[in-house]
């Protein structure tokens, strides 16, 4: 599979934009969810691991998967989180894992993933019972988002009802939306949700 991160790696996390929104996303994630330090946690399309940062110390463990190499080696290469966080390169939606997770994070991932139904069956599937999902992405947009001839993107955003059955349909209850950013982007606003839900025991 081609690694479509691989230029964007390199300076992903020296982006103003990117640090901006990641730090925006990391509080509101602080703020919904109660973490707790016996917590093995899931970040789901870690990157380079700006979210793991955020929420890593308040937790035992962080799983960091991605199916970019690129942005997963940048993650290794933080000293600080040697022994509390381990990276996977897989795409866990084709090929799942045994373990089970308390909170399943995520940040900017959903719009990469083409089936959003398979994704969240996935997610509730790596989740223990009483799991919490905290997921960050675009509110639908007109496309501007990305460049038009951008690889990998599936979603112009996501309409929150729409996801909301979907969730619903997977299990999930207390399904919670608020705007944790807007992204100023040439002078256009482009919201960004952070939604939390629980998976039912
Ligand atoms: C926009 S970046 C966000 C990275 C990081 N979460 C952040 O906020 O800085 C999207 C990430 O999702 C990853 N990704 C795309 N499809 C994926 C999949 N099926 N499974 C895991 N990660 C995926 C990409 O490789 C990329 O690292």
Known sequence: MADLFEEKAKDWDVNEMVLNLSNAIGNAILKNVNLEDNMHVMDF?????LITGHVLPKVKSILAV??????????LAK?????KVKALCQDIT????????????SAMAMHHVEDT???????????????????????SEDGT?????IEGVFHHGFD??????LLEKHGFKNIHFETA??????????????????KAE
Do not use: W
Not at 45 to 49: E, H, Q, S
Not at 117 to 139: C, E, I, Q, T, V
Not at 160 to 165: D, P, S
């Open 45 to 49: 399309g870690a990157g380079t691991g």
């Open 79 to 83: 000293s600080d989180y040697e022994g």
């Open 160 to 165: 929150r009802e729409h996801l909301k059955g």
């Open 117 to 139: 139904d398979n994704l969240f069956a996935s997610l509730a599937a790596h989740l223990k019972p009483g799991g919490k999902l905290a997921l960050a992405d675009l509110d």
């Open 145 to 149: 988002f990305h460049p038009a001839d």
């Open 181 to 198: 950013h807007t992204v100023d982007k040439e002078g256009k606003d482009y919201p960004i949700f952070l939604l939390t839900a629980e």
């Open 66 to 75: 991605d199916i970019s190499q690129s942005m997963l080696d940048q993650l």
């Open 94 to 105: 084709r090929q799942p894992l045994d373990e089970k997770f308390d909170v399943i994070v």
